[in-house]
């Protein structure tokens, strides 16, 4: 079982960035797919932004497409989403993920809250 934390959310005024982070406790870090899904205030769970084991390739929803963008470092076990231009509605719960293909997560973090006013 690969535990992931989250850090990096907060409080923003809308325009602003933030960088999200995402440690993973498991040194076949590279074995996986990462991705950021979140959660908005009284909504479901949705798909935010994928990579792929080493990188090669990223895959977004069309809501943040252009805004947010998605990486990793091997190295240190760790997975990024570097969040730009950022909208009220981009106020969600923001959780990490790890699985055996971008398309197919196995597990989530505990997730972080990330406020955007306006």
């Known amino acids: 079982q690969v535990q992931l934390v989250e850090s990096g959310g907060g409080l923003v005024q809308a325009g602003g960035s933030l960088r999200l982070s995402c440690a993973a406790s498991t040194h076949a870090f590279s074995r996986y797919a990462m991705a950021w899904f979140r959660q908005p205030p009284g909504k479901g769970r949705e798909f935010e932004a994928a990579?792929?084991?080493?990188?090669?390739?990223?895959y977004y929803a069309q809501s943040v497409k252009g805004r947010f963008t998605i990486s990793r470092d091997n190295a240190k076990n760790t997975a990024y989403l570097q969040m730009n231009s950022l909208k009220p509605e981009d106020t969600a719960v923001y959780y990490c993920a790890y699985g055996r293909g971008w398309q197919d997560m196995e597990g989530w973090g505990q997730g972080t809250q990330v406020t955007v006013s306006s």
């Open positions: 990579i792929v084991r080493n990188g090669g390739s990223t």
